[in-house]
């Protein structure tokens, strides 16, 4: 892939004006607790996205992506969603924001390249739209805050791409620190600081890609966030006053109606992820990692046995992973990209684990890519010409 800005000259004849680097992020637990306004634990990851732009002297922004050499076009004048558009909407939809906000806009180059185009979901699309937000916000001089733009962002996924879109994504992307996790109170849109891996400590984290599909977990998890947005819908009706998130287990085993039996299993599931992402902060606060080890168990058991959205190569990882010596806990992880689990062990006992994964191609036909999670800073603008 070519760099951001030799890719930007290569293709419109200029040099970028702006660059804009933006992470991709890793929930490590809470990735449903959205819906019952909980607790999410997130850090950034080294995969990036990066957004160059230029202004153009016509209404005409021209979009091209680095990853498939894919181009996209559209006229400032006519920003409406367009499906055939695909990845050229989320700048489009940055664009509409700012026309909605009252700011003058003109037309722009704009190149997109980066780790993170490897990817599908969530992730994704979210960076794509923080970043257009970053960089038109500098292009066109709005001088909006970082919050504001984190506002843009949001709104233009959720309601001009009408895509399932999390707040937490965006504030974990632009308020980030480099080796400090962020534990998310959803309701209040608030977040302290946890250091990740803890100081003094021996233990690593991997990341593990299984490699599979990217799409082998969309329709699940699609189905999943479907099912745990129409049950919590539900709870508020009988639980109107007070925090959703604040209801137990028995509350909800009690009710006879309107809630199956399915949606009961659903919202346990999802306000007991919310408590283990309290929960795990408090431990690695503590610097006790054996036992958010045993967290990250209690997470992979409910996201197979309960929610049941993993997949052979995943809880193939998962139980080598246990099986190697010294290995306190391992669970599947969103990340933006499908089949991804992060492990925790001794560094010593890195080899021994990964070692297993020759065996793992042997049964899967293919390699599964690992590295040692750390948890990188925010998104920031590179260059300004």
């Known amino acids: 892939m070519k760099d951001i800005a030799e890719l930007h000259e290569s293709e419109f004849d200029e040099k970028p004006q702006i660059v804009v680097h933006v ?12 819906y019952c306004k909980g607790f999410s634990l997130c850090g950034t990851s080294s995969q990036y996205l990066e957004i160059a732009v230029s202004v153009r002297p016509d209404q005409s922004v021209r979009l091209i992506s680095g990853q498939s050499n894919d181009r996209k076009r559209f006229n400032i004048q006519n920003l409406k969603f367009r499906r055939e558009d695909r990845w050229g909407n989320y700048a489009k939809g940055v664009m509409a924001q ?31 739209c923080m970043g257009c937000a970053m960089a038109f916000n500098e292009l066109f001089n709005a001088n909006l805050s970082i919050e504001q733009l984190a506002g843009i962002a949001y709104i233009s996924l959720a309601t001009f791409c009408a895509e ?24 209040h849109h608030t977040w302290e600081y946890i250091a990740f891996p803890p100081f003094d400590t021996a233990v690593v984290a991997l990341i593990v890609e299984s490699r599979i599909s990217p799409y082998a977990l969309k329709e699940e998890l699609s189905i999943k966030r479907r099912d745990s947005k129409l049950a919590f819908e539900k709870l508020r009706i009988l639980f109107p006053s007070g925090l959703l998130r604040d209801i137990s287990d028995q509350d909800i085993k009690d009710l006879s109606v309107p809630l199956t039996e399915h949606e009961k299993r659903t919202c346990m599931y999802v306000l007991s992820e919310s408590r283990m992402a309290r929960e795990g902060a408090r431990l690695l606060a503590q610097k006790d990692m054996v036992m958010y080890g045993k967290v990250l168990n209690k997470v992979q058991s409910g996201l197979r046995d309960t929610f049941e959205v993993t997949c052979p190569e995943i809880d193939w990882l998962t139980k080598r992973a246990m099986e190697t010596q010294g290995c306190l806990g391992a669970s599947m992880i969103t990340s933006g990209s499908s089949g991804t689990v992060m492990v925790l062990l001794p560094r010593d006992a890195i080899a021994s ?21 750390q948890p990188q800073g925010s998104a920031k603008i590179l260059s300004i010409d």
Not at 23 to 34: A, K, Q, R
Not at 101 to 123: D, P, R, W
Not at 165 to 175: E, G, H, N
């Open 23 to 34: 992470p991709g992020v890793h929930t490590l637990i809470g990735e449903f607790s959205d």
């Open 164 to 187: 399932v879109s999390r707040y937490v994504l965006f504030f974990a992307m632009t308020q980030a620190r480099e080796g400090w996790l962020m534990l998310f109170n959803i309701q």
């Open 353 to 373: 684990y990964t070692i297993r994964m020759e065996e793992y191609e042997h049964i899967f036909g293919f390699r599964p890519k690992w590295s040692v999670f």
């Open 98 to 128: 700012f026309v909605n906000k009252g700011f003058s806009i003109s037309g722009a180059n704009v190149s997109i390249a980066g780790t993170l185009l490897k990817n599908e979901g969530q992730v994704l699309s979210s960076a794509m």
